[in-house]
């Protein structure tokens, strides 16, 4: 099997398999028992908190462990509005992940204004609306740093230069770039991240929030993570995650050259081979790991399939839960047709993935793709 869709989750890093078992042996208190046993679970926590935090260099207490990205933007957006009650407007833009425009849609049936801001036709969202739309009751700008279906990257230091300026919150969702690009702190409220992208396991993910921001939790309950997140904390998951984000850390240079070197010689190959496809947002900064390619006059679907039964792991932005596929929201919003939209296909390269399954899956699609060609 060629693994290419890393955007969508990884593989977990042997180092984090081969210490869950002693983990789970040896830190299996509640880490909030007073005894010895529930101590040394707290300071395997407290421990991987404070490391996490010297890699994003803020301090340990602005960092909230919840179990995934999509409860840590969640608690970032329903948590902020809940606490700034004054104030009822958010700006965000209509590439975002789906786990931040449904919390939104939620807050929009409780009467809060949601504006866009305008992307142009590579994903780069537009500076000049971005001013205009914010206004006095303006709360909160949420705008994610790479994009999950095409890696398009926004300029953050400037976005978050406007809202210092104006004096409103900013938010990004940093989930798929955390750890391949930096986050200009400075300018930066909220952030989140989640496990799963970086070689860590599933259900465990992390919330950044500046100190002096006031969040109002979502889930109540016992008071853990300073009462932002009710729940027995794992100490197993929580230094999983400091596994991978010291990993990736102290090899940055070397994974981050190896998945350039994937993402160009992938886009290369396939473009000498297949002239007609297009390379979704060829020219502009994006992720080094994702390549969303547009195979004109194919169902994505149908292309999906046909790599699978050739052992080629892959996936499209299109959602597909009642049987007929929906377009990409992302792709529409960059100006994408539906057809256009319903041929993408995302590939997203990983720090095990090699050149030689480059190679071969670069040959496979482009036999597959002149198979199909034939039948549309
Ligand atoms: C950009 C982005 N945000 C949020 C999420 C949600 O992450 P999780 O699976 O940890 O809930 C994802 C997952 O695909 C994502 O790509």
């Not at 970032?76 to 965000?92: R, V």
């Not at 994937?262 to 080094?288: A, C, G, M, W, Y």
Request: charged content about 25%; glycine content about 6%.
């Amino acid at each position: 099997m060629i693994y290419f869709d890393n955007a969508a989750t990884s593989p977990v890093l042997p180092e984090i398999l081969d210490s869950l078992k002693t983990l789970y042996k040896d830190y299996y208190a509640n880490p909030s028992s007073i005894h010895k046993e529930g101590q040394k679970a707290r300071n395997l926590i407290e421990k991987s908190r404070y490391g996490i935090s010297q890699y994003i260099g803020c301090n340990a207490d602005e960092i909230i462990f919840t179990s995934c990205a999509t409860e840590s933007n969640n608690l970032a957006i329903i948590g902020l509005a809940e606490s700034y009650p004054e104030k009822n407007h958010i700006i965000t833009t209509q590439i975002e992940h789906k786990s931040v425009l449904m919390p939104l849609k939620y807050l929009s049936s409780k009467g809060y204004k949601i504006d866009f801001v305008k992307v142009d036709k590579n994903g780069v969202i537009d500076l000049d609306h971005l001013k205009s739309l914010i206004n006095s009751k303006t709360l909160l700008v949420c705008i994610i740093q790479g994009n999950n279906e095409t890696g398009v990257l926004q300029d953050l230091e400037s976005i978050g230069k406007i809202c210092k300026e104006k004096e409103v919150l900013f938010f990004t969702d940093a989930v798929q770039s955390f750890c391949k690009e930096d986050i200009p702190l400075q300018y930066i409220d909220m952030f989140s991240i989640s496990g799963h992208k970086i070689n860590a396991p599933k259900s465990i993910g992390m919330l950044y929030k500046k100190e002096g921001i006031k969040l109002t939790p979502i889930i109540f309950g016992g008071g853990q993570e300073r009462g932002l997140r009710s729940g027995t904390e794992s100490p197993q998951l929580i230094h999983s995650l400091f596994i991978a984000v010291d990993y990736w850390n102290k090899n940055k240079d070397k994974l981050l050259n190896h998945l350039k070197y994937l993402h160009s010689s992938f886009e290369e190959k396939l473009t000498q081979n297949i002239q007609e496809i297009e390379i979704v947002s060829k020219d502009v900064k994006r992720l080094p790991n994702i390549s969303n390619i547009i195979f004109p006059k194919i169902d994505a679907q149908s292309l999906i399939m046909a790599l699978d039964t050739e052992g080629i792991a892959v996936s499209s932005g299109s959602a597909c839960s009642s049987g007929t596929p929906t377009p990409s929201h992302v792709l529409k919003a960059y100006g994408y047709t539906d057809k256009q939209a319903l041929s993408s296909i995302r590939f997203s390269f990983g720090i095990f993935n090699t050149d030689k399954e480059v190679e071969a899956a670069v040959e496979k699609i482009t036999n597959i793709y002149k198979e199909l060609r034939t039948f549309f």
